[in-house]
């Protein structure tokens, strides 16, 4: 059984920085590529970041403008978000995602092609 197991937010001033962890379990985890997405209050899913089975190729939204980065850690079936000088509109649950299929490539984020995703943690930015 796949788990996914957020961890990490808490509330932060703007300009401040937070880590985000997914452990993962119930599946290989290094040969799947994972994501990660948010949801505002109110709003729908976001996508924000896409990372290849080996850690080699990563892929963000535009709107985060080089804050944030993503990383795995395959040896402990773990996913990072490092997120820096966070703004209050990166307020959200975050999520992170596996992917359908255990693929090479880094499939563009839809809820068919990354369809299971953990319970997620909030993160608050706000002074």
């Known amino acids: 059984q796949v788990q996914l197991v957020e961890s990490g937010g808490g509330l932060v001033q703007p300009g401040g920085s937070l880590r985000l962890s997914c452990v993962a379990s119930?599946?290989?985890?290094?040969?799947?590529?994972m994501t990660w997405v948010r949801q505002a209050p109110g709003a729908g899913l976001e996508w924000v970041s896409s990372?290849?089975?080996?850690?080699?190729?990563?892929i963000y939204a535009d709107s985060l403008e080089g804050r944030f980065s993503i990383s795995r850690d395959n040896d402990k079936d773990t996913l990072y978000l490092q997120m820096n000088n966070l703004r209050p509109e990166d307020t959200a649950i975050y999520y992170c995602?596996?992917?359908?299929?255990?693929?090479?490539?880094?499939?563009?984020?839809?809820?068919?092609?990354?369809?299971?995703r953990g319970q997620g943690t909030q993160v608050t930015v706000s002074s």
């Open positions: 990372v290849t089975s080996t850690g080699g190729r990563t």
């Open positions: 119930g599946f290989t985890f290094s040969n799947y590529p």
């Open positions: 995602a596996k992917a359908r299929l255990p693929v090479k490539g880094l499939p563009m984020y839809t809820d068919y092609s990354y369809p299971e």
